[in-house]
């Protein structure tokens, strides 16, 4: 069984950090292209930041330079390093894992940025 667990989602005052990890099993993570989505209620889930097997990363265009997405194949493990976090980040972040038709969700984790 294919399983995705986010953690370190929380509640952090405007221009904080929050790092996000997802831990992965049953599949073979190296080979995946992993992304982190988040969605807010009403709102189509939208892509934050993307890493191919070998290492490279896109992003959207309103975290640029604010997140870092990493993975660590030895701990199956994807990273996002937010900073600088606004209130507009504000969402429930998702974990996604995709090679070629397979296609694999986390079950999310609140972010909330608030003061």
């Known amino acids: 069984q294919v399983h995705l667990v986010e953690s370190g989602g929380g509640l952090v005052q405007p221009g904080g950090s929050l790092r996000l990890s997802c831990a992965v099993s049953?599949?073979?993570?190296?080979?995946?292209?992993m992304a982190w989505h988040r969605q807010t209620p009403g709102r189509e889930r939208e892509l934050v930041a993307r890493?191919?097997?070998?290492?490279?990363?896109v992003y959207t265009d309103s975290v640029k330079g604010r997140f870092a997405i990493s993975r660590d194949n030895t701990k199956k493990t994807v990273y996002l390093q937010m900073n600088s976090l606004k209130p507009e980040d504000t969402a429930t972040y998702y974990c996604?894992?995709?090679?070629?038709?397979?296609?694999?969700w986390g079950q999310g984790t609140q972010v909330t940025v608030s003061s």
């Open positions: 049953g599949i073979s993570f190296s080979v995946y292209r």
């Open positions: 890493i191919t097997s070998p290492g490279n990363t």
């Open positions: 996604n894992a995709e090679l070629g038709s397979a296609n694999y």
